[in-house]
Structures are given as C-alpha cells and as structure tokens.
C-alpha cells in the first residue's frame, strides 16, 4: 500500500494515510487556500482521498476526529520545518539524465561517507555537486550521505529525523537531492544514502498521533521502539517498506545504509529485514536494476548477511567494526569502553583473514561470548573503514585520526584499509587528513529537550573516562567549526597525504588481484612481537601482492 500524497498528471493528488484506530480523517488545506476534505477509511485502517485541480506547491495537514491537526506521516516535503504543513510535490516532473545508469558491482565500490552540512561551506547538496569533480580525481566512485530525512532545525547529524520520506528542507528539498544523485550518475559515482529505521527523534515526532508505529515492549538507547511485532504491526511494517522502494523508485539510489539494525525489534516468524530484502528484490526485477541494503549491526551475526535458504536475512552487506576496532587500537593508546576487548596484533590478523574477531570468543567489555564465525563469508559482504561519523564524532571532542597520530600512520591505516579484501570507505576529509573536528550538533527548539542530549551526551562518555566536558551541541560553532576545510589541500602535507591515497585507490582498481574480493588465495600471518601483519593476496604468484603492516 503506497503511502503520502501523490501528484498525478492532470492536477489531481491521491492522499493515503494509516490510522486504523481513528473515526474520522481529513485532509485540511492552507494553502493556497483553505478547505478541508474528508476521507474514508478501507477495511486495513487506511484512509484515502482524491483532491482534484490542485497544484504541486498545496500544503496540507491531517485532521484527526474533527480536532487535531498535523503533518503527513509520509510527508514527502516539509517547506517549513518538521511542526508546518507538508507540501505537495511533482515526482514525474523531474526529468532524469540517468536513463544509462546501471549502478557498480558491490565489490566495485569505493565508498565516502559524507555529512551534507559540513562536507562543503554552502552545506547543501549542490555544494557536494560542486565536488564531485574532486571526488572522481581522488578515485572514489561511490557516495555515502547521512541521513537526509526531514530533522528539527538546520543543523544535526540525521539521526533525529521524524519525517523519513521527506528530505531536509535547508539541505535542498526532494529536488535537490534528486539533482545530486543525478550528477552522481552522470559522473559514474553511485550513491548510498543513510536512513534509520530503529527509532525517529523526538521534536516533531507525530507517528505516534495516528497510528501504532511504536511499542513500548522494547527500550531503545534513542527513544520509542518502532513496532514491528506487536498489534497493529503490519502497518508500520508496510510504511517502512515503502520507505525503502521510495528511495528507489523516486531519487534513483542504488543503495541504502540501514543505521543500527540491532536496534530494530522484531521477533515475529519473518523479521522486517528478511521482508525489506524480499521486497527489494522484487523490485529490482521490475526496475531491471539492483539496489543494495547495507546493514550496521553490532550484533557480528552473519544471519543478517546470510542467504534466505540458510535461515539469513540476506542483506547484501554489512558494515565491520570488529576491523576498525583492531586497527584502531594498535595505531593509538584508545583502551577505554568496546576498545577494552582490542589490542593485539593477531586480532587484526584474524580480521583480514576471517571477518569478524569476536566469533563466539568472550568479550570483556560485553562480559559474555558474542558473535558467529565469519570466515565462510566472501569479503565483498562487508564494509570497512579506519574512521566514520561514529568513531570520530562520538570522542568527546571529535577527533579525527589524523589529529590523534603521526603522519605515518595515517598512511598506514589507509593501505590497510584500500588495500583490504573488503568494502572500503573512507570518511570526509581523511583523505587529505582533515584537522577539522566531527563533533555531535543538533538545533533542537525545544529547551528541555535540549538540556537533556547535552546530559545524555556526558552520560555516554563515562565509559571512556575522558575528562573535562564535550562540546555544546546546541551552540552553532560547534557545528560550524566541523566543516571541511578546503584550503588545507593547499599545504605540502595535505597534498602528499591526497596523492597517497589516490595511488592506493588507483593500485586497488587496477591489479587484479586486489579486484577481487574474495578469500581464496588470502594468506595471513602475524609477529607480535615485531608489530608486523604479512598478508598475501592472490591466488597465482603472477598475480599476488605482498602487504606488510
């Protein structure tokens, strides 16, 4: 069941919106005029409506039982912020420049992960389409952009999204977006985009208003559990479906990055991850092209990755912290919170040759066993990194890699990753080894609201003992002090540090037994006592490559 309001050719709009649990829906005009429609309700608890000689630019609110009015659940444009109307948009009017495009192979992929507000000073999609040149001489060919749904304020992470069809209004609306992913396409970089499905943020959070979208049998770190196993779940289940096909369908993303799955609830006999696979695969058969799901689980569980015949999910990929953790902390004095369980050499060793570290091996800081073996998993089913968004801005002070240790091991960590059998992805100026903090911003309007991320926020830290206090997240310059700084490529350093990595980038695409991505004819040993990782890709001495770490 499709979702929102749709535009149709001929100037007529098809509303759908669930409330099982209502008595009375009906869609309220503002603009450009007032006037309210009713509409009526199916024998599922969806209400729908057809409103005739409208235009695009209408906004609208849902009236609830003759009272309380709010913005569309499936809003796929909110002009004036998360508590306004929701605005009507054209799809079909975006004429598209990507009929060629057919997407990259996953273990093609050069991913970048990118935040729009900081990744450039205009802090919108057209400033990253500004870019996109730089980006192609560095080697990337694969964009990863956080979250983009619809977030109280202009300034946030993501992460606080309550509207997950709408793209954010100051970053540039639906057709913004549209316009980057069609550049991205035009210039051969596809495009994974970052959507979360454990939780909304709480400003402007008005599911709840209509229907049963969350549980209060689990307990999310974030807020209400979304509710996919519990009464009344089959519509929820089916918005977040639609979700996914609505990226797809309407904005050409090959790709979505699904945050924190093992915050996702669901201990029904088909698990909404197994359904969003099925789905998916259902529509690339009509769209004749794939598109990926890209998991972030904690959890080192393949059956998120695994086949449906063996009982998996089937999710195409995952991302790895067990790699990044076992690097990081050989290149830094980080001991503290989940760094506690890493440290030696053999642990990386054992990453490069099976995935995970933690396969069913007892974790201190879990203070039990955790995980599953790994190591009959093909490489290219999982995504690593040396940092990312989580890593450098949950730091107190957002530190990134480059502001932690020398320049050689910046140049370490990056061959250790590009040269990797796996999925890299590279964070947002660590090319160049950005000196500019990622430090957690948010522009909440509501006080207690934002007293209490700046309390969680200290909270989160305890674990780690680092002293002092971290920076304000409400205060602008927090976030302004996180942008990218361009005019540092200028300087010698910088430069080297971009061309390095342009080299590795160019050596991965080019030998072909760094193509490809598999686990034959990977050979890994290690000497703790010297720090060293010998590890040989390569199945044929004519085609075999020695890296040592």
């Not at 309001?5 to 009375?24: I, M, R």
């Not at 088909?270 to 359904?275: A, D, N, V």
């Not at 990797?420 to 909440?444: V, W």
């Not at 830290?461 to 304000?472: K, M, S, V």
Request: proline share 5%; hydrophobic share 35%; aromatic share 14%.
């Amino acid at each position: 069941m499709h979702l929102g309001a749709f535009y149709k050719q001929g100037g007529h709009c098809e509303f759908t919106v669930w409330a099982p649990l209502k008595d009375k829906l009906a869609v309220k005009i503002s603009a450009p005029e007032q006037k309210t429609i009713p509409l009526r309700k199916d024998p599922q608890g969806y209400w729908h409506g057809t409103i005739e000689e409208v235009s695009p630019d209408l906004r609208y609110l849902y009236e609830i039982d003759g009272k309380d009015q709010w913005p569309d659940p499936a809003s796929f444009f909110q002009p004036e912020g998360v508590h306004k109307p929701s605005g009507i948009i054209d799809h079909s009017s975006y004429a598209w420049g990507d009929e060629t495009w057919q997407s990259l192979p996953l273990n093609e992929m050069i991913i970048y992960e990118i935040h729009v507000g900081t990744f450039t000073d205009q802090g919108t999609f057209a400033g990253i389409i500004s870019k996109l040149d730089y980006l192609k001489s560095l080697g990337v060919n694969t964009i990863e952009i956080m979250p983009v749904a619809q977030f109280p304020g202009n300034r946030n992470w993501g992460y606080d999204g309550v509207h997950p069809f709408a793209v954010q209004n100051t970053y540039g609306g639906p057709t913004g977006f549209k316009q980057l992913i069609d550049a991205c396409h035009q210039n051969g970089i596809a495009v994974v985009l970052d959507v979360v499905y454990n939780h909304l943020g709480p400003e402007g959070n008005y599911l709840g208003n209509f229907a049963p979208y969350f549980t209060d049998k689990y307990q999310t770190p974030w807020g209400w559990a979304i509710n996919f196993d519990d009464h009344y779940c089959d519509g929820t289940r089916n918005y977040f479906i639609q979700n996914v096909l609505y990226w797809f369908e309407h904005f050409h993303i090959d790709g979505l990055r699904l945050d924190a799955i093992h915050g996702i609830f669901d201990f029904g006999a088909k698990h909404i991850l197994k359904e969003m696979a099925e789905a998916v695969e259902a529509f690339d058969k009509t769209s004749r092209r794939k598109h990926y799901l890209i998991a972030e689980s904690d959890l080192n569980d393949i059956r998120v990755i695994e086949p449906r015949e063996k009982g998996g999910h089937a999710l195409d990929a995952q991302w790895m912290d067990d790699f990044h953790h076992a690097l990081r902390t050989l290149l830094t004095e980080d001991r503290k919170g989940y760094y506690a369980d890493f440290g030696k050499i053999d642990q990386l060793a054992k990453s490069y040759k099976e995935g995970f570290v933690y396969d069913w091996t007892y974790s201190r800081h879990r203070k039990k066993y955790f995980g599953s073996s790994s190591a009959q998993v093909e490489p290219d089913q999982f995504v690593i990194f040396s940092q990312n968004h989580d890593q450098v801005g949950n730091r107190m002070q957002g530190e990134r890699l480059s502001q932690l240790v020398d320049f050689e091991s910046q140049k370490l960590a990056a061959a250790a990753v590009l040269l990797s059998p796996y999925i890299p992805m590279l964070f947002m100026g660590e090319e160049f080894g950005a000196q500019t903090p990622f430090q957690y911003f948010i522009s909440h309007l509501d006080p207690d609201l934002v007293k209490a991320v700046r309390e969680g926020r200290k909270r989160e830290f305890a674990a780690f003992q680092w002293q002092g206090d971290p920076p304000d997240p409400q205060d602008e310059k927090t976030f302004t002090r996180c942008r990218l700084d361009w005019n540092a490529l200028k300087e010698k350093k910088a430069a080297c540090l971009f061309a390095f990595y342009q080299e590795l980038i160019h050596i991965r695409k080019t030998l072909p037994c760094l193509r490809t991505l598999t686990r034959k004819g990977i050979q890994v040993s290690c000497d703790a006592a010297k720090s060293l990782i010998w590890l040989k890709r390569g199945e044929t001495t004519r085609d075999q490559v020695l890296l040592i770490l």
